[in-house]
T-cell receptor, first 113, second 112 residues
Framework: GAGVSQSPSNKVTEKGKDVELRCDPISGHTALYWYRQSLGQGLEFLIYFQGNSAPDKSGLPSDRFSAERTGGSVSTLTIQRTQQEDSAVYLC???????????FGEGSWLTVV | AQTVTQSQPEMSVQEAETVTLSCTYDTSESDYYLFWYKQPPSRQMILVIRQEAYKQQNATENRFSVNFQKAAKSFSLKISDSQLGDAAMYFCAYNFNTPLVFGKGTRLSVIA
């Protein structure tokens, strides 16, 4: 597509429920990134994919968080047993294989009540 | 580990005036990339300007320019002729073979 697409745009969920956030990168971009941004804060790195593999998962905050990428394209970030501190904007970004500039989607705003 | 520091949580500027946002970083690498991103209330992160560390010339994009001081590890953003649409959060970021590392951001207000 023309840009990085994320869905849902907004999600309100009850504490303890599982949520899935989807990211569709720019066509041809092999690198894909997930970041988290809490209210009024900077961006916290979560995980990075090169193709379908994740060489860097260092930012995942707990084992309730997981992500996968299939076909070198769409990625899903799953949060199990959501907690209130998981409330944040989850931003996805992608870049070309040899590129250093990453392009962001509009984010998925997650609210856990 | 690389770190990026933005020491100004908030800044304001009068419309049509010039403002400079500060950024410092820490790295042991010699060839890397630096970026400024803008995040308006829509949440979309928009690339403003990009600097390659091996280039001595400061990057410029229309009203936006940087002052890149490699020895001092400083990378400030200058916005000239500020416009109301420039009001946003601005994030400085560093990259060297790793995902971008971001500063905590500077909120810029533009006063009409």
């Amino acid at each position: 597509g023309a840009g990085v697409s994320q869905s849902p745009s907004n999600k309100v969920t009850e504490k303890g429920k599982d949520v899935e956030l989807r990211c569709d990168p720019i066509s041809g971009h092999t690198a894909l990134y997930w970041y988290r941004q809490s209210l009024g804060q900077g961006l916290e790195f979560l995980i990075y994919f090169q193709g379908n593999s994740a060489p860097d998962k260092s930012g995942l905050p707990s084992d309730r968080f997981s992500a996968e990428r299939t076909g070198g394209s769409v990625s899903t970030l799953t949060i199990q047993r959501t907690q209130q501190e998981d409330s944040a904007v989850y931003l996805c970004a992608s870049s070309q294989p040899s590129g250093n500039t990453i392009y962001f989607g509009e984010g998925s705003w997650l609210t856990v009540v | 580990a690389q770190t990026v520091t933005q020491s100004q949580p908030e800044m304001s500027v009068q419309e049509a005036e010039t403002v400079t946002l500060s950024c410092t970083y820490d790295t042991s690498e010699s060839d890397y990339y630096l970026f400024w991103y803008k995040q308006p209330p829509s949440r979309q992160m928009i690339l403003v300007i990009r600097q390659e560390a091996y280039k001595q010339q400061n990057a410029t994009e229309n009203r936006f320019s940087v002052n890149f001081q490699k020895a001092a590890k400083s990378f400030s953003l200058k916005i000239s002729d500020s416009q109301l649409g420039d009001a946003a959060m601005y994030f400085c970021a560093y990259n060297f073979n790793t995902p971008l590392v971001f500063g905590k951001g500077t909120r810029l207000s533009v006063i009409a």
